[in-house]
């Protein structure tokens, strides 16, 4: 089939090589345009453009598509059978969802319409979910509202984390949208009052909060990894928590509790496994330990 490929981030790296490995055509490829980053602010190329790339496949990189009758001309004059959407980043109007012959496929990284929105995967480990998924799913003009095409359900185990399920997931969408692309399924309608909405995640989100439940503690750290992670303060250094485990204690929310450095919570305590400080390698809590005291009574920030 002659296909656009439209996807950004690591997510969506799978989908695009399976597609290629499998002999469609990509007529072109849609991604991210290059932001400014490190220290120098050299715009660098997001993952799926580089890949484009080392394929050899034609790259656009529009910053919107909306209000663009240039990018919805070309695009539509490149006479597409499909167009897969992994993790683009940008909404598509009316023109372009239309333009192909069977419209644009979304690869969602979760069982729909449990989690629409921008970060399903980070969503259901916070909730405490057992199964996430991929759904395949025709896009209309709503956020994830579309006729559900396939899917594929995966359990969420006690110490996955979002890198975890962001490596499966991906793997489980490029099968899928395989299988999508050789078939005409006939899409199932979703149900709305089933649906929640996974916001976009940021910095700010990453400072744990010990009036919390332990056990929200634990899975936000899980869901937060490796980004945006799950830090504490202690003094004036930033403390990541890579991960941790439940404890059976009680005490002043955010109070250090033993030597072991268990941490009161709203509900029971939580105890780091897995430490780093800024611009350092993670470590144990052993090795924590070593080089910070952390007596009994010790305030967490």
């Known amino acids: 089939m002659r296909l656009a490929f439209m996807g950004s981030p690591d997510f969506s790296i799978a989908a695009l090589r399976a597609l290629v490995d499998a002999g469609h055509e990509i007529a072109s490829v849609y991604?991210?345009?290059?932001?400014?980053?490190?220290?120098?602010?050299?715009?660098?190329?997001?993952?799926?453009?580089?890949q484009a790339l080392d394929l050899g496949l034609p790259v656009r990189t529009p910053k919107r598509l909306r209000n663009n009758a240039e990018e919805?001309?070309?695009?539509?004059?490149?006479?597409?059978?499909?167009?897969?959407?992994?993790?683009?980043?940008?909404i598509l109007p009316e023109e372009i969802l239309s333009a192909p012959k069977r419209g644009c496929l979304n690869i969602h990284?979760?069982?729909?319409?449990?989690?629409?929105?921008?970060?399903?995967?980070?969503?259901?480990?916070?909730?405490?979910d057992s199964q996430t998924g991929i759904?395949?799913?025709?896009?209309?003009?709503?956020?994830?509202?579309?006729?559900?095409?396939?899917?594929?359900?995966?359990?969420?185990?006690?110490?996955?984390?979002a890198a975890d399920l962001h490596d499966r997931l991906a793997a489980i969408g490029a099968r899928l949208i395989l299988e999508a692309l050789d078939t005409q399924a006939a899409g199932t309608k979703q149900d709305d009052s089933l649906s929640t909405y996974a916001p976009k995640l940021s910095r700010e989100d990453a400072r744990?909060?010990?009036?919390?439940?332990?056990?929200?503690?634990?899975?936000?750290?899980r869901a937060y990894h490796p980004?945006?992670?799950?830090?504490?303060?202690?003094?004036?250094?930033?403390?990541?928590?890579?991960?941790?485990?439940?404890?059976?204690?009680e005490g002043t929310p955010g109070a250090v509790l033993d030597d072991q450095f268990t941490i009161a919570c709203g509900e029971h305590a939580l105890r780091p496994t897995r430490l780093q400080r800024a611009g350092k390698s993670a470590m144990s809590r052993a090795e924590f330990l070593r080089g910070y005291a952390m007596p009994p009574d010790t305030k967490i920030a």
């Open 31 to 50: 991604a991210q345009p290059p932001k400014p980053a490190g220290r120098g602010q050299k715009e660098r190329l997001c993952p799926v453009h580089r």
């Open 72 to 90: 919805q001309a070309h695009f539509s004059s490149l006479n597409l059978d499909a167009a897969v959407v992994a993790a683009y980043g940008l």
């Open 109 to 128: 990284a979760s069982l729909l319409p449990r989690w629409r929105g921008a970060a399903p995967i980070q969503a259901a480990i916070l909730a405490g």
């Open 135 to 161: 759904t395949i799913m025709q896009m209309d003009a709503g956020l994830d509202t579309g006729a559900m095409l396939l899917k594929q359900a995966t359990p969420i185990g006690s110490k996955d984390t």
């Open 208 to 221: 744990l909060n010990f009036t919390k439940p332990a056990v929200e503690l634990e899975r936000q750290i």
């Open 227 to 249: 980004w945006p992670g799950s830090l504490l303060l202690l003094g004036d250094a930033v403390i990541k928590i890579l991960a941790a485990e439940i404890v059976i204690a």
